[in-house]
């Protein structure tokens, strides 16, 4: 068990909904990851929080958004949901800016039917 | 960015048997990371080497470094079927921004059959 925690477990939705995904760092961490792995992109780094700011982005589409709030939990928000959206979401913290390890969530399987 | 690149993309092993798998990386490094991901989990971090570091040590793994030929090596001896899982590579560079991602490459995906 890493610490990390993220919900749901699953969710099964249709094409053109918007889905909440969240997640908890492990006590203590300040940065947080979301990362979206599929059968044909693999693992792929979407965005990183510190401290409640944005201070990364990888290949996140605008129909996604993320934030970190005060208590340090993050929420990505996934919107206009595509077949192709379906994956494994990811979530993972660090204890700083530029931690070497960072720990990775159970992750949140998404179906768009 | 930095991605590294492991090989093979699959390996398929006894129990019991050493397994070695190789990554490949572009850039210069402040270290690299492997992690493991047991299916459908989240990535576990396993080993870090820095940059200045040619080989260490955790349990049953050994890792090597050669930053002149941009390569590392994950080995795992003694193998049993809980090692089957994809193992992944992470090269690290500290970007002057500060930001701290990491990029995956597809994995090796290990098989131990008993």
């Known amino acids: 068990d890493s610490g990390v925690t993220q919900t749901p477990k699953h969710l099964i939705t249709a094409t053109g909904q918007r889905v909440t995904l969240r997640c908890s760092p492990r006590s203590g961490d300040l940065s947080v990851y979301w990362y979206q792995q599929s059968l044909d992109q693999g693992l792929q780094f979407l965005i990183q929080y510190y401290n409640g700011e944005e201070r990364a982005k990888g290949n996140i589409l605008e129909r996604f958004s993320a934030q970190q709030f005060p208590d340090l939990h993050s929420e990505l928000n996934l919107s206009s949901l595509e077949l192709g959206d379906s994956a494994l979401y990811f979530c993972a913290s660090s204890v700083e800016l530029r931690s070497n390890e960072q720990f990775f969530g159970p992750g949140t399987r998404l179906t768009v039917l | 960015s930095q991605q590294g690149e492991e090989d093979p993309q699959a390996l398929s092993i006894q129990e019991g048997e050493n397994a070695t798998m190789n990554c490949s990386y572009k850039t210069s490094i402040n270290n690299l990371q492997w992690y493991r991901q047991n299916s459908g989990r989240g990535l576990v971090h396993l080993i870090l080497?820095?940059?200045?570091?040619r080989e260490k040590h955790s349990g049953r793994l050994r890792v090597t470094l050669d930053t002149s030929k941009k390569s590392s090596s994950l080995l795992i001896t003694a193998s049993r079927a809980a090692d089957t899982a994809s193992y992944f590579c992470?090269?690290?560079?500290?970007?002057?921004?500060?930001?701290?991602?990491?990029?995956f490459g597809a994995g090796t995906r290990l098989a131990v059959h008993p």
């Open positions: 992470a090269p690290h560079h500290f970007y002057s921004g500060g930001y701290n991602k990491l990029i």
């Open positions: 080497i820095r940059s200045n570091e």
